[in-house]
């Protein structure tokens, strides 16, 4: 297969998520147009730019750092159609309507040559039927892709081919998916919604139509269907919310108009409170309003048989609780069965229709039971994917309970199992997944690109592959990735660092610099490279006023940081996900940093009222003195110091190069699965290179001069009530660091004197009762206290 360079792309679709698509393929590094109709009046591309324009004001951004929206290229089908011959990709992002589509098509069919790959982002209209309107010749390399909103974030990426797109059209589009954008690609069949929105929509509505039957509230649902079960936070409602109850609504107007000879037609509608909150425009969290709603200080639920709102309190039931915390499947579905709670029977008849539906509808809209787990994963953040969770369930025991709510009429729909089911044991083997249609267990796809992915932690979806230990210890696995490229990774919630991490790390360094290559530091979690210092044993040292004991951690933290630092191997920092504090400490001391797009490293320290003492400051003065050159070395250090003095995270791995976090030769991949793989890259490409230690240089400091710069605006800070007397005293001693303590303007100071600064302003600030009160406070909240 040729490789498929794109250097170029079109959007067609200027709405929400046509832009919200251009922006990410900006964010990949794509020069990207983005089109829409001609304003009639003035510029001709006004419509293009106030979307433009408003990326910035969206939550969660689009954008991979704030300016990234001025490098899309606003187009209009009038003037600029003509670009379009150049472009390798064209993705149509406009509204569901199939005349709208047919008009476009039309349009720029002119302009496409026999090398453009067009797409339609459609959410549920047929693929076939889009392909039939464009001209033939173009037909074999047009298909859809359904991206999920918000398409940077979301990783679910469907690709749906029409009866007429080529293979080799599917394998680049879905190796160019993976790598160049991230997404998590699953091949869907032409039917109404696809996989994800067809599963997750009734899965939705089967918990709003047991809900009404077993007379409980949304807040009530929400509590049940939330994490407590592998679902998002949000759950069931909140979510709602936050999808748009009008794009819910049009999701399931699709399957009520495209289903009707489905068995579970009858489910799909809405109940009529939920269609008079979208006729009076309370459409969720686009519009301020809908399930949900903020009254003041309070937050209130929409009850339907009131039709009004009241306070959101909903609990789980202790009895409940205990039986979702069980983490043996079988044995929690059978204590729910043996429950007579009504929460216990929701739960259940929820997850009994829902593996009725999947597997009655499987063969028509999948390929194999993988493609809806991952579906469902990827597209509404499940933990687990329906055919999983049946599998650890009990397959036998679950079909028993949907044959039983059949033969008692209290399913939602009278449909039959269907008979594929009676031929398998299970639905994963070590083999593969099951697949109705070949009656076989097919194994993950053999694209090269998922070769990139050394990794895989997905449960049932692919078994685990073997690791060789090589060292462990209660905070630690050290681990053979190949012939000498050892991987640590942290076992702490969170990927906290306590003693047991620098004890465990200090001895894996030891040992992959006498056997190995390069050392990777590595997380399975993707959302957490490390959340920092364990601050309950910080705080408990520092209530029981332990102080020796505090600061001999502290200095082996420190000695942990230059030891990476200036290892005799490279030592890489595979970042994905949150590296808050000290997990941003050891980012920075690593020789190199392989990132995903999706990384958000950031010096936190000063919210639980301490700063960055384990290297972190130090580094980020050093940095700022080797980037001034021959320029006023205050107006480095100022920025650096004013994000810390704030706690500043990163919101991508564009925004940490932006901010200091990562540095020109550091690099990330857009897909978090294969970082990894690059990282064991640039550990070969180190030592090819010859890789030795960097020597320890001096670097000049900006003196009791910088600091009295710096005074002056923390001044005007706590004069103007933006900071308080502790906030003030925290930042003050980190200008004392930063600056490098009590020397002159421009002296050249080492990273030992550094550290020793840090170490007495960490001790200052932990002896203070505010900043023992903010540990407490955050270890008891979860939340920052401002004291």
């Known amino acids: 297969m040729p490789a498929f360079v794109v250097k170029k792309i079109a959007v067609l679709g200027a709405g929400v998520m046509g832009a919200q698509i251009a922006a990410h393929c900006v964010n990949a590094g794509f020069k990207t147009l983005l089109f829409d109709l001609a304003e009639v009046k003035g510029d001709h591309n006004e419509i293009v730019l106030k979307s433009i324009a408003n990326l910035s004001k969206l939550k969660p951004t689009p954008l991979a750092t704030p300016t990234i929206a001025t490098l899309l290229t606003a187009c209009n089908y009038e003037d600029d159609l003509n670009q379009l011959t150049d472009c390798s990709l064209i993705i149509e992002a406009i509204a569901e309507r199939l005349d709208w589509k047919e008009s476009l098509y039309k349009r720029i069919a002119p302009y496409l040559t026999e090398n453009t790959i067009l797409v339609s982002n459609t959410s549920g209209l047929s693929i076939n039927s889009l392909a039939s309107i464009i001209p033939s010749k173009f037909q074999s390399n047009f298909c859809g892709v359904h991206f999920f909103n918000p398409p940077r974030y979301m990783h679910l990426a469907e690709l749906i081919p029409a009866e007429k797109s080529t293979p080799e059209l599917l394998d680049k589009l879905e190796t160019w998916l993976t790598s160049h954008l991230g997404k998590g690609v699953v091949r869907a069949k032409d039917t109404p919604n696809f996989i994800a929105n067809r599963i997750g929509v009734f899965s939705l509505l089967a918990t709003l139509a047991h809900a009404d039957a077993m007379q409980l509230g949304l807040d009530e649902v929400d509590a049940l269907t939330g994490s407590l079960i592998g679902r998002p ?103 729910l069965l043996a429950s007579t709670h009504p929460q216990a029977r929701f739960l259940v008849a929820c997850f009994r229709d829902l ?23 990827w597209g509404f953040g499940w933990q687990m994917g329906p055919f999983e969770t049946w599998q650890a369930m009990g397959i036998s025991e679950m079909i028993v309970v949907i044959k039983e709510a059949l033969s008692k009429h209290c399913a939602l729909a009278t449909a039959n199992l269907p008979d594929w089911l009676t031929n398998i044991d299970n639905f994963y083997e070590p083999t593969g997944a099951y697949s109705p249609s070949s009656q076989t267990y ?159 490293p950031g010096l936190v320290e000063v919210g639980v009222g301490l700063i960055p003492a384990g290297g972190g400051t130090t580094e980020m003065a050093k940095r700022a003195s080797f980037n001034c050159g021959m320029a006023d070395l205050n107006a480095f250090i100022r920025p650096y110091f004013e994000q810390i003095a704030k706690g500043l995270v990163a919101s991508s791995a564009p925004d940490a190069l932006e901010k200091g976090y990562l540095q020109l030769d550091d690099g990330w991949v857009m897909h978090p699965d294969e970082v990894l793989f690059a990282a064991v890259h640039q550990i070969k490409a180190m030592r090819a290179l010859n890789h030795t230690p960097p020597l320890a240089a001096p670097f000049k400091v900006v003196g009791r001069e910088g600091h009295a710069i710096l005074q002056i605006g923390l001044v005007n800070w706590l004069e103007g009530g933006f900071i308080s007397n502790h906030d003030y005293l925290i930042a003050n001693q980190l200008a004392t660091v930063m600056c490098g303590g009590n020397v002159n303007q421009g002296t050249l100071v080492d990273e030992k004197w550094m550290l020793q600064l840090e170490r007495e302003a960490f001790m200052t600030l932990a002896a203070t009762p505010s900043t023992e009160a903010r540990i407490g406070y955050l270890l008891e909240t979860g939340k920052p206290l401002r004291n």
């Open 442 to 600: 097919q194994a993950m796809s053999k694209l090269p690109v998922y070769e990139k992915q050394l990794l895989k932690e997905s449960s049932m979806i692919e078994p685990k592959k073997p690791r060789k230990t090589i060292f462990e210890n209660e905070g630690v696995l050290l681990w053979e990735l190949e012939k000498e490229i050892l991987v640590a990774s942290f076992k702490s919630k969170a990927n906290s660092i306590g003693q047991s991490v620098i004890d465990g790390m200090h001895e894996s360094l030891s040992i992959a610099e006498n056997t190995a290559q390069g050392l990777i530091i590595y997380q399975n979690d993707v959302l957490n490279f490390s959340s920092g210092a364990d601050l309950k044993s910080v705080g408990t040292l520092i209530h029981a006023k332990k102080w020796s004991a505090l600061e001999t951690m502290l200095h082996q933290f420190q000695q942990l940081m230059m030891r990476l630092k200036y290892s005799t191997i490279p030592t890489i920092a595979a970042l994905r996900g949150r590296a808050l504090g000290g997990g941003c400490e050891m980012m920075l001391a690593c020789s190199k940093v392989v990132a995903a797009f999706e990384s958000y």
């Open 233 to 335: 936070k949000s759950a069931t409602f909140r979510t709602m919310d936050v999808v748009g109850l009008d794009t819910m609504a049009h999701v399931v107007a699709t399957m009520q108009n495209q289903l009707v000879d489905d068995p579970w037609h009858a489910s799909y509608i809405l109940p009529n409170w939920l269609n008079d909150l979208i006729k009076q425009g309370h459409l969720g969290q686009k519009s301020g309003q809908g399930i949900y709603r903020k009254n003041g200080a309070m937050i209130e639920v929409f009850d339907g048989a009131t039709g009004s709102y009241r306070p959101a309190n909903g609990e789980v039931a202790e009895e409940i609780k205990a039986i979702l915390k069980n983490t043996n499947f079988k044995m929690k579905m059978q204590q």
């Open 355 to 377: 593996f009725h539906y999947s597997a009655y509808h499987l063969k028509e809209i999948a390929s194999s039971v993988r493609d809806v787990d991952l579906a469902m994963r």
